[in-house]
């Protein structure tokens, strides 16, 4: 087996997977006082660590209390920057050739008379070419399915009833030949998402995470205020790439601060409803927002506008404790966690302090022999290498399935505001059963299952009548596939070693907003056959979930830390190993985690999304090791 990476959890101590049995007791309950003391130097070493501070400042006291809420905005931010492109350029699916020489008749009238039929359905882009003026005289009201047709000449009416205002594609007839440049500009989205994840991580790494998260949500701003000012698709595109680069990063950084502030039996709360609460709140509310104002200019100003209110965050929230560490600030970082000490009504003794600063110094060398790895070493052997590739596509599987059930709802033959509402809220639940059960059934086969069940449910949509039970059966498979999304990232920052775990998971996220950019092609094949969207999104949920199993499981296993690591670890796991059904429980029992600290690491890798913030993460931790099994 190989080496094992050890991870604290809220008591200070190490949680290695060893259960002390009666001749350790002494030397072990050592570590069990590291929550009630200032741990002492062993060996010329500190062994304190952030999370060894919080049963002095509080683990989640009022200050922490006060950083949650303040996720609100930033949620509401990152879920309308997301969404409000689908609703910005909306087409109604029932809309026709205008006819000037008609505009007289009703809408029925010139239907009859205009529009060439296919099969039972009006034919959006071609009309008869007769002369109009001479038809009316000659008191005809239907036309004869006969006459010549041409494209439309005059431009399109739309039917109002299904959505009952003017976007930017409807007064700019982005429709039939022009059909795909909603979609192209909703790729060109991600590419600005490529950008921003770049810029913006090497700016928190740089100049800190709240100058990052002022940036990335004033960019945002800038883009969505400039979009009410478009008149072409040219200008449209570069103010909805401004937009991209905000997307993820406006609500990312404060997420990772939050969590970095709050003590590990709490990071699964938060971690799981900042996202549950707050984001599908705001994605639910996002369409009747739409339907209130009825005018796409107007929806860009109210859900842009808000972005502006980052410029107070500084004066707000505190810089992040760690970042700071990693510049060698380590009074300032020690200054905010006093202001936590306060505010939380705790009194720390000085002498914890001065052992976490020895200790930040003592892990500021021991980042010294990190920095030559890069990512292409996970690429330099090949059991590692394959994990990696393997990660890497079950992670575009993952974005491009997901991005597509979300953009796939107004093809489902239902009102796209009631739909896109219900779909939105299978997050809730989503996260509420993946938390239950992500440490019970284990990641490999819980991405699979869902994967899988996403795919099937997917597939029967594209048989089912179109209405209803089509739509029914869709939001069952974006339920399934939004536990697979919040499953992918914390798999694959379990999976990459130490070492290489910031690149890692960095390059992984990327290529997701890779996959992104052809999800909305995806979804535009719905303009050649309604199934064929859901026809791929199932096929790749299939594929994917299968590709997880070749995965090796984490649950209850001890994370790689070096490349060696990486390269062994789950050499001696099966393909078919389940964790429900082990045969050897009492190894289990041996080697199973507190939740406490298992929920510390699923909320802490949630939030691994850029480099900038993983680099100095607080991934290794000091322990009490007895000495039989150190050896």
Same mark, same amino acid.
């Given at each position: 087996m190989p080496p094992l990476e050890k991870v604290s959890d809220v008591s200070g101590y190490s949680n290695s997977g060893f259960v002390p049995d009666q001749n350790h007791n002494n030397k072990d309950n050592k570590c069990l006082e590291l929550a009630h003391r200032p741990p002492e130097k062993t060996e010329g070493k500190t062994s304190f660590d952030f999370d060894d501070l919080?049963?002095?400042?509080?683990?989640?006291? =009022? /200050?922490?209390?006060?950083?949650?809420?303040? #996720?609100?905005?930033?949620?509401?931010?990152?879920?309308?920057?997301?969404?409000?492109?689908?609703?910005?350029?909306?087409?109604?699916?029932?809309?026709?050739?205008?006819?000037?020489?008609?505009?007289?008749?009703?809408?029925?009238?010139?239907?009859?008379?205009?529009? @060439?039929? !296919?099969?039972?359905?009006?034919? &959006?882009?071609? #009309?008869?070419?007769?002369? =109009?003026?001479?038809?009316?005289?000659?008191?005809?009201?239907h036309a004869n399915p006969s006459w010549k047709t041409v494209h439309c000449q005059h431009g399109w009416e739309y039917n109002r009833t299904e959505v009952p205002y003017s976007t930017i594609a409807t007064e700019n007839n982005w429709v039939c030949d022009n059909a795909a440049l909603p979609s192209t500009a909703q790729s060109?989205?991600?590419?600005?998402?490529i950008l921003g994840g770049l810029v913006f991580?090497?700016?928190? *790494?740089?100049?800190?995470?709240?100058?990052?998260?002022?940036?990335?949500?004033? %960019?945002? +701003?800038v883009g969505g205020m400039a979009t009410t000012m478009c008149s072409s698709f040219w200008t449209f595109a570069a103010c909805r790439f401004l937009v991209g680069m905000a997307? !993820?990063?406006?609500?990312?950084?404060? =997420?990772?601060? %939050?969590?970095?502030?709050?003590? @590990?039996?709490?990071?699964?709360?938060?971690?799981?409803?900042?996202?549950?609460?707050?984001?599908?709140?705001?994605?639910?509310?996002? @369409?009747?927002?739409?339907?209130?104002?009825?005018?796409?200019?107007?929806?860009? /100003?109210?859900? $842009?506008?808000?972005?502006?209110?980052a410029i107070f965050t500084p004066w707000i929230v505190p810089e992040s404790a760690r970042w700071l560490v990693s510049q060698g600030k380590i009074d300032k970082s020690i200054g905010i966690l006093k202001k936590f000490e306060k505010l939380n009504r705790r009194k720390v003794d000085q002498k914890v302090y001065?052992?976490?600063? !020895?200790?930040?110094? *003592?892990?500021?060398?021991?980042d010294e022999g990190n920095k030559n790895y890069t990512v292409l070493d996970l690429f330099k052997t090949p059991r590692l290498r394959r994990i990696t590739m393997i990660l890497i596509v079950l992670w575009m599987a993952i974005s491009l399935?997901?991005?597509?059930?979300?953009?796939n709802v107004g093809t489902l033959g239902l009102d796209i505001f009631l739909t896109f509402t219900i779909a939105s809220a299978t997050e809730f639940p989503a996260d509420t059963f993946l938390t239950a059960?992500?440490? %019970?059934?284990?990641?490999?086969?819980?991405?699979?299952?869902?994967?899988?069940? $996403?795919?099937?449910?997917?597939?029967?949509?594209?048989?089912? @009548?179109?209405g209803v039970p089509s739509a029914t059966l869709a939001i069952f498979g974006r339920f399934a596939i939004n536990i697979s999304y919040n499953i992918g990232l914390q798999y694959a920052a379990e999976l990459l070693p130490t070492v290489v775990r910031a690149q890692g998971v960095a390059l992984i996220h990327i290529m997701g907003y890779v996959a992104s950019i052809v999800a909305p092609f995806v979804v535009y094949l719905a303009n050649i056959d309604l199934a064929l969207p859901l026809l791929i999104l199932g096929v790749l949920g299939i594929a994917g979930g299968i590709l997880a199993l070749f995965l090796p499981e984490t649950l209850d296993q001890e994370l790689p830390q070096t490349l060696q690591d990486g390269e062994n670890f789950g050499l001696d796991?099966?393909?078919? *190993?389940?964790?429900?059904?082990?045969?050897?429980?009492?190894?289990?029992?041996? +080697?199973? &985690?507190?939740?406490?600290?298992?929920? $510390?690491?699923?909320?802490?890798? &949630?939030?691994?999304?850029?480099?900038?913030?993983?680099?100095? $993460?607080?991934?290794?931790?000091?322990v009490c090791v007895p000495e039989n099994l150190a050896a």
């Open positions: 919080f049963p002095h400042i509080g683990a989640f006291g =009022y /200050y922490q209390i006060f950083l949650f809420l303040m #996720m609100i905005p930033f949620a509401f931010f990152v879920a309308w920057v997301y969404f409000t492109q689908i609703f910005v350029t909306l087409v109604p699916e029932q809309h026709w050739c205008w006819v000037p020489e008609l505009a007289n008749l009703t809408a029925h009238q010139r239907k009859s008379l205009a529009i @060439p039929m !296919d099969g039972e359905v009006l034919n &959006r882009c071609r #009309m008869y070419d007769v002369n =109009y003026t001479e038809i009316l005289e000659m008191g005809i009201e060109i989205f991600f590419c600005g998402a991580g090497w700016l928190a *790494d740089r100049m800190g995470r709240i100058p990052a998260l002022v940036g990335t949500n004033l %960019v945002g +701003f997307f !993820d990063n406006c609500f990312t950084m404060m =997420y990772i601060l %939050v969590l970095e502030y709050v003590g @590990p039996k709490w990071r699964t709360f938060v971690a799981n409803m900042s996202i549950a609460i707050f984001f599908t709140f705001a994605a639910s509310i996002l @369409p009747w927002i739409a339907l209130w104002v009825s005018n796409w200019k107007m929806l860009c /100003y109210v859900t $842009s506008a808000p972005l502006a209110l001065d052992q976490f600063k !020895d200790s930040c110094l *003592d892990l500021q060398k021991e399935v997901f991005d597509g059930h979300v953009r059960v992500l440490d %019970v059934w284990g990641r490999r086969w819980l991405a699979c299952g869902s994967m899988v069940v $996403s795919g099937i449910f997917s597939l029967l949509a594209t048989v089912a @009548p179109l796991q099966q393909i078919w *190993d389940f964790p429900c059904i082990k045969k050897d429980q009492l190894e289990k029992r041996a +080697f199973k &985690r507190s939740s406490s600290t298992r929920s $510390s690491i699923r909320a802490s890798f &949630r939030g691994e999304v850029r480099s900038s913030m993983l680099n100095r $993460s607080s991934l290794r931790k000091s």
